[in-house]
């Protein structure tokens, strides 16, 4: 009964062995399994972004940087920025400012000076002003026309140029800059005249094309001071530099969109010769071309006024009477619009109308 029993025992045992073992194969194999199809599907759907995914969704990608095209969130929300070539006007009142700087500047400092443009640009009025030094040399101009204000912002470079010329400096002599040191009352003052002989050449540039005076505000070194605008507003940055022999520096010009909204059409305008305006050439060849087109008039004879339902009450064989006679005046239309009155005749075998008078309207707005 031993030897049975004991077979029974290892041959359980040997069975238990052997499904240990297959079972254990079989957990191991459905695991690699498990793990392999899971990193299948990962690399098939990422859970996550990269660096250089992130960068590319934010517009920070090198590649695009360096091409000039901004990509991603940068590009919608700079998306709202008009460009100033929208403005054609605009353009060329800078130039005609920079021709009267030149001149006007010459005068004031007694030395050779050349003013250039050298770009305009559009930017964010917050992001403009976080990019200036501090402290900042910021003169706040209001429009009195426009009822709305400017911005204009000297550098330092071109504020030590100003005080050496103005107060005798030699030439050739390499400017101290200091950083960070706030301005003195003499440079302030210095400055100030020097932004007010530009205001006055700015009321004339723009002349022309709108006739608006452009007043010397305040004086500011602290850029929370100078907002004129919201910070996410778009404005028009001009730079022009301005040279005096080997010295010399730029000079920002800061003009909102709000700014130039009174005379945004105006600015709009294509700019030909040295004539503001409205084309002459094409106004003529329009109207001549107006008197020679052809309209059809339409001659009503009567008019009556029927009942909705004296409409559905109609059958084949009515008759509408209309209180006309052969010597009563008719109306000429054309596309609705009343024009002449004329008499009914007969031409031949043609009905024919003769014009009598010319009927007069009231224009919209006015009052008969």
Known sequence: MSDPGNT???????????????????????AEAEEQSGEDSRSD???????????????????????????????????ALVPYERLPMLEVVFDRLVRLLSTSLRNFT?????????????????????????PAMLSVIKAEEWDNYALMSVDSQLIYSVVDVLLGGRRGNALMRIEGRPFTS??????????????ADMSVAFEPLSAVTFRFDRLETNTRFAAISRPANAA???????????????????????????????????????????D??????????????EIELSAVLDERTVRLKDIFELEVGNRLMFGVTPDC?????????????????????????????????????TKS
């Open 45 to 79: 759907s990422p859970e996550g972004l990269n660096q250089a995914e992130i960068d590319s969704l934010f517009g920070f990608d090198d590649n695009e940087t360096l091409g000039g095209d901004t990509a991603g969130i940068e590009a919608v929300i700079n998306s």
């Open 329 to 365: 005046s008719i109306e000429l239309r054309c596309e609705g619009a009343p024009m002449f009155s004329a008499t009914m005749g007969r031409q031949g075998q043609n009905i024919a109308v003769q014009i009598d008078k010319r009927i007069k309207r009231d224009r919209p707005g």
């Open 236 to 278: 028009i940055v001009a730079r022009l530099r301005v040279d005096m022999d080997d010295r010399g520096g730029c000079v920002d010009l800061v003009l909102p969109y709000a700014t130039l909204e009174p005379v945004r059409e105006l600015l709009l305008q294509m700019f030909m010769g040295e004539k503001f305006g409205r």
């Open 110 to 134: 007694s030395d050779n000076v050349e003013v250039s443009l050298e770009s305009v640009e559009s930017a964010r009025f917050g992001e403009y002003l976080s990019s200036l030094p501090h």
């Open 186 to 199: 003499i440079e302030r003052s210095l400055v100030e005249r020097m932004v007010q002989v530009m205001i």
């Open 8 to 30: 029974e025992t290892d041959e359980i045992g040997d069975d238990g062995d052997g499904g240990g073992g297959d079972g254990g194969g079989g957990d191991l194999g459905f």
């Open 280 to 293: 002459s050439i094409w106004e003529d060849h329009l109207a001549k071309e107006l008197w020679q087109t």
